[in-house]
């Protein structure tokens, strides 16, 4: 996470320049990052990717990307021309050792230039099969030598499954050693993800009653408007389990449940990450279905517009059975949570884009109040709201004005917009700081990942053996199938309408 220091000279190499990712959301982030003043004076970002491209082709198309995705919205000319100085692009073949030459040539060029080392950021925005092939053609070309300036960048997914994920950690730490590789989560650089640590470990009000004494159960709930949009090859390989749940939504679920560190070093807050979820119970194969969820879009409407199944998408099978929702009901087994669930659910075509944890209080233990005062009490509920509005709100029950004694729900609320008046950076801001600062706290171990298919593998493997039933299963622009809904009534429990969808 990052500090105030400033980021020693350094070189972003991205691999895969040309591409998508790049221009909506690399380069508008590290153009914040100048404007904000946090980049080195002696800096470089040399994309590479195999599209025929000159220096001044490949900076006006990163300026078109900065004009429609920056969150400052269309750059200024001034501002771009000094900024745009430290672009350049090469036309390179990943297969062809010739490429990582120049690139060393390059490098070594810029060090001359400044008169000093620097930090060498490689930057992987490709599709996963070229993990392997650039992580050992960098190698070969003794890029990745120098254990403490090199570090090298992977973008989800990591892995299809718990064994594909081992063998890519093994091939990549032949190449890089553990302490250079950044493996990004992009909801850990989202603030109020972070803004989890800050919440629990700055308070002393919370961590005492934070454990399975007073807390019933946990929800997590990243529910998302848009469909597959232009992603349906890769979605229709993935699904909703390895797309989300096994990455993000596990990712907050530790934040939600780890101990309290010792420290803020990156070690530190990924052990007590790791051993959440090692902690998790396992899913017996034989009844994932009592633990696990999967739908699928069928055709419907969102905020009045017609949405196609998913079946129907571009580069969606017509008999897909790719899961675009699913929930899941963990347990995690330590002293702190024992018999609390955690319940996660995900999906796209859903009625709103909202991300939020809501932890769950047990009743009080007594209830003093008459029948007629409670028709509308509730349990205590923290909602911490990731997205859209960022924010944490604590509802307590108050005494509703009047003669009568009528409890009601009330909401204290913290809105970080209105409070500190000041936009959020966009997660890639956080990241790609960090990466440049050599912080690796929010980003992913090998172990972390490895633990992380371990938990979602039975589901996996459950779902593959077996076609789902009455696919397509929830309309679009409803909340998910019915089962999902059974998952918690069968515990006497319902999913709570999100804080943001009910405003
Ligand atoms: C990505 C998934 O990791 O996260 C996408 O691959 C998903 O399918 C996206 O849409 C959601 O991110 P955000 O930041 O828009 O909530």
Not at 125 to 146: K, N, V
Request: glycine share 6%; aromatic share 10%.
């Amino acid at each position: 996470m990052q500090s105030n220091s400033h980021t020693e000279p350094a070189i972003m190499i991205v691999f895969g320049a040309g591409g998508d990712l790049a221009q909506r959301k690399l380069v508008p982030a590290l153009f914040n990052l100048f404007l904000d003043g946090w980049l080195p004076e002696q800096f470089r970002i040399v994309g590479l990717d195999r599209v025929q491209m000159d220096d001044q082709a490949f900076r006006q198309r990163l300026r078109e990307g900065v004009d429609r995705f920056s969150r400052r919205g269309k750059a200024e000319d001034q501002d771009w021309d000094r900024f745009s100085s430290h672009l350049a692009y090469l036309v390179a073949d990943f297969a062809d050792q010739e490429a990582f030459g120049l690139l060393s040539d390059r490098i070594a060029a810029c060090e001359k230039e400044w008169g000093q080392p620097a930090d060498r950021v490689f930057y992987l925005a490709t599709p996963p099969t070229m993990m392997e092939l650039i992580a050992q053609q960098l190698h070969r070309a003794g890029l990745s030598d120098d254990r403490e300036r090199a570090r090298i960048v992977f973008e989800k997914p990591f892995g299809r499954d718990l064994d594909s994920a081992c063998k890519l950690n093994d091939v990549l730490t032949s190449f890089f050693a553990e302490t250079q590789i950044y493996r990004i989560d992009h909801y850990l650089g989202k603030e109020t993800v972070q803004n989890i640590l800050a919440f629990r470990f700055a308070n002393a009000l919370f961590e005492p009653i934070w454990d399975q004494r007073y807390i019933d159960h946990v929800q997590i709930t990243v529910a998302e408007e848009v469909g597959v949009g232009h992603r349906g090859g890769y979605y229709d390989q993935a699904g909703a389990l390895r797309d989300m749940i096994q990455n993000h939504l596990l990712q907050i679920l530790c934040l939600v449940a780890m101990e309290p560190p010792v420290s803020f070093g990156a070690d530190e807050i990924r052990n007590k990450k790791v051993d959440v979820l090692r902690a998790i119970r396992p899913i017996p194969e034989d009844i994932v279905d009592q633990f696990a969820v999967r739908g699928q879009y069928g055709e419907g409407q969102i905020d009045g517009k017609h949405v196609p199944a998913y079946r129907h998408e571009n580069d969606v099978s017509s008999t897909s059975n790719t899961e675009t929702y699913a929930a899941l009901k963990l347990f995690i087994d330590n002293w702190r949570w024992q018999n609390v669930p955690f319940y996660l659910r995900t999906g796209k075509c859903l009625p709103a884009r909202v991300s939020e944890v809501s932890v769950v209080f047990r009743p009080v233990p007594h209830q003093s109040f008459p029948k007629p005062a409670l028709e509308a009490w509730e349990t205590n509920r923290l909602v911490i709201q990731i997205q859209p509005n960022e924010g944490i709100a604590m509802c307590v029950q108050a005494k509703r004005p009047g003669l009568e004694v009528r409890l009601d729900s009330v909401a204290m609320e913290f809105c970080y917009q209105e409070v500190f008046q000041t936009p959020s950076p966009e997660a890639y801001e956080t990241l790609l700081l960090d990466v440049l600062q050599g912080d690796a706290t929010l980003f992913m171990r090998a172990d972390q990942i490895e633990a992380a298919w371990s938990v979602v593998t039975p589901v996996l493997e459950a779902w593959a053996a077996k076609a789902p039933v009455g696919f397509p299963n929830y309309p679009a622009g409803s909340w998910g199938p019915e089962a999902a809904d059974r998952l918690l009534t069968g515990d006497e429990r319902h999913w709570l309408a999100p804080m943001a969808d009910v405003e």
